[in-house]
């Protein structure tokens, strides 16, 4: 067994890696279990299908609103901007 210099100091600080530390590395499909390293290629993989968007159907705006609007619609989790478009578009049509 070698005598390797711990990764962390006893704060917990990172030490700069070297080269010793660097070739002793694997692969991650290696060193985790297959359905670790299968969750990450999947979390990868949907990553990577966002980005800008070729012909935009928003438009960016600034908007101030209440804190209490906001609460609201963070309270029910992701998608809190997309349900308040949806509201806004309710109210739009209503008027027509």
Do not use: C, H
């Not at 100091?9 to 692969?27: H, K, N, S, Y």
């Not at 989790?77 to 997309?82: D, E």
Request: charged share 30%; net charge positive.
């Amino acid at each position: 067994m070698t005598n390797r210099q711990p990764l962390t100091d006893d704060d917990g600080e990172v030490r700069e890696l070297t080269a010793a530390d660097i070739a002793l590395f694997r692969p991650a499909q290696e060193v985790l279990p297959p359905e670790v390293y299968a969750g990450l290629l999947e979390m990868n993989r949907r990553a990577g299908v966002r980005g800008p968007q070729k012909a935009p159907t928003k438009t960016r705006v600034s908007i101030r609103l209440s804190p209490e609007v906001v609460s609201a619609f963070k309270a029910d989790g992701p998608g809190w901007q997309s349900r308040i478009d949806a509201v806004l578009r309710q109210w739009v049509a209503s008027r027509r």
